[in-house]
């Protein structure tokens, strides 16, 4: 999912987002949520605790499989993304991986992959 260009005079656009107070708090919880669940942070976590830790549903595990092979990702990026998606799923305070967030994860990875080609 490429991230849209911006409009002309866009970035002077005074929308207020979240103070970082409040994102540093939505931070902490996230990891909290992470050590309660599974006594380590995501980015610890083994394959196999992955794998326990990301259910996935059918839909999801075919959305990966086509990115692996449009990307060509390796396992070990496979893995980041599922950590990521896990993650992001923590942020929004969810219990399960969703479509969305895997699909975040791997937007992620693909702005990764233009920037370091450029």
């Given at each position: 999912?490429?991230?849209?260009?911006?409009?002309?005079?866009?970035?002077?656009?005074?929308?207020?987002?979240?103070?970082?107070?409040?994102?540093?708090?939505?931070?902490?919880?996230?990891?909290?949520?992470?050590?309660a669940?599974?006594?380590?942070?995501?980015?610890?976590?083994?394959?196999?605790?992955?794998?326990?830790?990301?259910v996935?549903?059918?839909?999801?595990?075919?959305?990966?499989?086509?990115?692996?092979?449009k990307?060509?990702?390796?396992?070990?990026?496979?893995?980041?993304?599922?950590?990521?998606?896990?993650?992001?799923?923590?942020?929004?305070?969810?219990?399960?991986?969703?479509?969305?967030?895997?699909?975040?994860?791997?937007?992620?990875?693909?702005?990764?992959?233009?920037?370091?080609?450029?």
């Amino acid at each position: 999912m490429p991230v849209r260009s911006l409009r002309q005079g866009e970035l002077q656009n005074k929308t207020q987002g979240d103070n970082s107070s409040v994102i540093r708090a939505r931070v902490e919880q996230a990891r909290a949520r992470q050590i309660a669940r599974q006594g380590k942070a995501n980015h610890q976590l083994s394959a196999p605790e992955l794998e326990h830790h990301c259910v996935l549903t059918e839909g999801d595990k075919a959305l990966l499989e086509q990115a692996i092979n449009k990307l060509g990702l390796s396992t070990r990026a496979y893995h980041r993304v599922l950590k990521l998606a896990r993650t992001l799923a923590d942020m929004a305070a969810r219990d399960n991986v969703n479509t969305v967030d895997i699909s975040e994860a791997l937007s992620y990875r693909t702005l990764d992959r233009q920037s370091s080609n450029q």
